[in-house]
């Protein structure tokens, strides 16, 4: 019962530096998504894939980059981080972004960029 | 553009009293509702959600939350708190047409006190 699983669970990067956070969901689900969530700002929606082979911006695009590298991946790209990327990161799955499906999270990404 | 309003940070219930969480949204039409619940470290779990139908939604762990279109509402309830209730809870919603993905609320923390 792996649902959604996050890789890695904590890293620190220095200002500059590239990285790529892994997302797999096992539910055979259509639609991903990445969230940050920062204290007293909630959870904010980065990017999402409402199916394999299309990717969409969310509120918070900028500095990211995805690829949904098949049905199951998800990955987002952090290509030069910079101290206002710290935040944990959670991936979620849905089964269909069109319907009243709920979504699925992943046990987070806690990210410190110094 | 759809959004989630969740007025109270912090909300505090002894033990064993009705619990209240607040939550408006705005959408264009009729929405689809969720609430999520966060544990400390770790993912977002799926509580209830409306769909269509009764206004009064029956979800995980006792809690209930009641659909109010002319108030634009979904308040989560509980009739009596529990000490393991404590923890951050979000609103969600989704519009019903298009690919959109579910936008939440800022969370709200839920102390119960024995």
């Known amino acids: 019962n792996a649902g959604v699983t996050q890789t890695p669970k904590f890293q620190v990067l220095k200002t500059g530096q590239s990285m790529t956070l892994q997302c797999a969901q096992d539910m055979n689900h259509n639609s991903m998504y990445w969230y940050r969530q920062d204290p007293g700002m909630g959870l904010r929606l980065i990017y999402y894939?409402?199916?394999?082979?299309?990717?969409d911006k969310g509120e918070v695009p900028n500095g990211y980059n995805v690829s949904r590298l098949n049905k199951r991946e998800f990955s987002l790209r952090l290509e030069s981080a910079a101290p206002s990327q710290t935040s944990v990161y959670f991936c979620?799955?849905?089964?269909?972004?069109?319907?009243?499906?709920?979504?699925?999270f992943g046990q987070g990404t806690r990210l410190t960029v110094v | 553009a759809q959004s989630v309003a969740q007025p109270e940070d912090q909300v505090n219930v002894a033990e064993g009293n009705p619990l209240t969480v607040k939550c408006t949204y705005s959408v264009s039409g009729n929405p689809y509702l969720f609430w999520y619940v966060q544990y400390p470290n770790r993912g977002l779990q799926f509580l209830l959600k409306?769909?269509?139908?009764?206004?009064l939604v029956k979800g995980s762990y006792g809690f209930e939350a009641e659909f109010n279109k002319s108030q634009t509402s979904f308040h989560l309830k509980k009739p009596s708190a529990l000490v393991s209730d404590s923890a951050l809870y979000f609103c969600?919603?989704?519009?019903?047409?298009?690919?959109?993905?579910?936008?939440f609320g800022k969370g709200t923390r839920l102390s119960v006190i024995a």
């Open positions: 894939s409402a199916s394999e082979g299309t990717t």
């Open positions: 969600a919603v989704r519009e019903r047409s298009g690919n959109t993905p579910l936008v």
């Open positions: 409306y769909i269509t139908g009764d206004n």
């Open positions: 979620a799955s849905s089964e269909d972004a069109t319907l009243n499906t709920e979504a699925f």
